[in-house]
């Protein structure tokens, strides 16, 4: 079911089950996944994993004391029984669960949050994720800043629905002060960076066909299958590790975006995707610069 996207219903005709045995196992499934596969292919960040994802960041992506990359996508889903418009986004028209997550630089998923309602402001899905309240009150165990000739603190890299903060990079607005070359070079290579976390939500909606539909189950459901596909994602990807890029069967070379000759060649699965019920959540936070951030920004840009 989840990597052809086929029904509850056909998957009981086909095995000829009833229905809600089906339904039964399939959920049970995605619970046990999680659970088997999450500590061994999504670990906790640890000093020792920022130091591997940091490196890698910097080797294929040059943008250093990096640490991963977040972006947030509206799930749909079919309206849940009697929870009125809890669920619903005004601005994206539809019911849906949103999930935030991160990866590295081999686009591999570090850390998901998936069970907000779709109709919470932008702001507050960053404010209530427990990621974000953890990178707001320094709980994370990041690296000590790591000196590139300057002291910098690590990062984490967005696009400009993020906020921007000490532990959040994210790039100029075209609006801001002293747009200039030095900024849009600067967006540029951060562009390249955060690029992955849109290939890696590619690659997991290309090859798991549920996620080409609304998902027509609980919302508890439906974060369960979320979470299943993440660990699922992330084992095929390991599993590929000692494969050469254009043997590979999950994502092979052509599937993800790349470069030639300074010019962006975008990857199959932008091509493979239509309107489907992964959407952007907009903008996540406030936009309000504060000068520490700035600063750190600034001197990263030079």
Known sequence: ????????????????????????VFRE?????????????????????????????????????????????HISIQCPP????????????????ILIAACD?????????????????????WANSAFGQAIEADEINFLFPKEIPVILPFTFVA??????????????????RTFGNAERIFNY????????IENAFGIMSSRWRILRRDLCCKPETAEDIVKAIVCLHNFLMVSEDDVAPLERMYCPAPMLDREENGNVIEG?????????PITDVGRLGSNNLTVRADAQRNILKD
Request: charged share 25%; hydrophobic share 35%.
């Open 1 to 24: 079911m989840l990597a052809r996207g086929t029904s509850i219903r056909t998957c009981s005709w086909s095995h000829r089950i009833g229905y809600s045995t089906a339904h039964k």
């Open 105 to 125: 630089a081999s686009y591999r998923f570090t850390w998901v949050d998936v069970s907000d309602y779709g109709s919470q402001s932008d702001g507050g899905v």
């Open 189 to 196: 290579r951060l562009s390249r960076a955060r690029r992955v």
């Open 82 to 97: 009697k929870t009125g418009s809890l669920f619903y986004s005004s601005y994206k028209k539809r019911f849906s669960i």
């Open 29 to 73: 499934t995605c619970s046990a996944l999680w659970k088997a596969l999450q500590p061994i292919y999504l670990k906790t960040y640890t000093r020792e994993t920022m130091v591997q994802i940091s490196e890698n960041f910097f080797n294929r992506w040059q943008f250093p004391n990096c640490v991963g990359a977040i972006d947030g996508k």
């Open 268 to 276: 199959d699965w932008r091509r493979e995707l239509y309107k489907g």
């Open 159 to 176: 696009d400009k629905a993020f906020p921007l903060g000490i532990h959040m990079m994210r790039p100029y607005a075209r609006s801001y």
